[in-house]
């Protein structure tokens, strides 16, 4: 059974943040990329916290 991660309002600005820095200095492409390795990430600590 998977669990749920909260972010907590601090960490989920924060990611906001690194993500519209990162958009200035990468491309669109290597942006997405970051997203979904940070989102895979995620999901593993959902299934094996």
């Given at each position: 059974?998977?669990?749920?991660?909260?972010?907590?309002?601090?960490?989920?600005e924060t990611f906001?943040?690194?993500?519209?820095?990162?958009a200035k200095e990468w491309s669109e492409q290597e942006v997405?990329?970051?997203i979904k390795q940070t989102q895979e990430v995620i999901n593993r600590l959902q299934i094996f916290p």
């Amino acid at each position: 059974m998977a669990i749920k991660v909260n972010w907590s309002p601090e960490a989920d600005e924060t990611f906001s943040q690194k993500i519209d820095y990162l958009a200035k200095e990468w491309s669109e492409q290597e942006v997405e990329k970051f997203i979904k390795q940070t989102q895979e990430v995620i999901n593993r600590l959902q299934i094996f916290p």
